[in-house]
Every structure is written in structure tokens, then in C-alpha cells.
Nanobody, 128 residues
Framework: QVQLQESGGGSVQAGGSLRLTCEAS??????????VGWWRQAPEKEREGVAV???????YYPQTMRDRFTISQDNGKDALYLQIDNVKPEDSATYYC????????????????????WGQGIQVTVSS
């Protein structure tokens, strides 16, 4: 059974930075067996993809996420990270870590249907 746990969320002032961490049990990010990534969902909005890392280590960001978001892995700690810089109020959302059932899940494959395991989510609130 794969369980994902996000941490590092909370309240932050606009213009600041935040780093979210995802740790897993039942799955090793270091194995690079599946594409992994981050999603977010704001109140009354659909869940949207933020970033993924494919099994070759290559990150993928949707066009709207390419300037302030950085996804990375820490092989030593076996964790997945999401760095958000110059945060804006519109970044306020619940952020989810997820593991897909594909090796490559960028581009047209970056949809919820291809993600098998999800964390419970962590709240990020950005104040102006």
C-alpha cells in the first residue's frame, strides 16, 4: 500500500517562497519507476497539475507553471519537493503529491486519470 505525506505548507506572504515536501511509504522515489508530481486545487476550482518528474529525471511543467515552480527529488532523503518562488495569492490552494502509473506523464499524459496514488494534500495560503 502506497501512502504519500505532504509537508511544508502553511501561510506565506506574497512575494515569499515556500518548499513543499512529499515522503512516501510503500514506494521509493529513488526507484524512478513511475512519473511523480504535484497537483493543486483551489476552492471551487478544478484540480490542476503543477509539475512532474519523469523516470528519466526530466521535469515537465504546464505552460502556466513554468516560471515560479521547481520540482525536484532528493535521492539521499528519498523525497519529492516543490519549490514555489514569488508566491501570489492565486497560489493559495491545497497541494497534492501524486504517483502516476506511467513512466512518462508530461504533456498530454499530465491528467488525473494517469495518477494512481495521492497524498491527503496540504494547504498553502498566500496573503497579500
Amino acid at each position: 500500500q502506497v501512502q504519500l505525506q505532504e509537508s511544508g505548507g502553511g501561510s506565506v506572504q506574497a512575494g515569499g517562497s515556500l518548499r513543499l515536501t512529499c515522503e512516501a511509504s510503500g514506494y521509493s522515489f529513488n526507484s524512478r519507476k513511475f512519473c511523480v508530481g504535484w497537483w493543486r486545487q483551489a476552492p471551487e476550482k478544478e484540480r490542476e497539475g503543477v509539475a512532474v518528474i519523469e523516470v528519466n529525471g526530466k521535469p515537465y511543467y504546464p505552460q502556466t507553471m513554468r516560471d515560479r515552480f521547481t520540482i525536484s527529488q532528493d535521492n539521499g532523503k528519498d523525497a519529492l519537493y516543490l519549490q514555489i518562488d514569488n508566491v501570489k495569492p492565486e497560489d493559495s490552494a491545497t497541494y497534492y503529491c501524486a504517483v502516476s502509473n506511467l513512466a512518462y506523464c508530461g504533456g498530454n499524459y499530465f491528467t488525473q486519470n494517469f495518477f494512481r496514488y495521492w497524498g491527503q494534500g496540504i494547504q498553502v495560503t498566500v496573503s497579500s
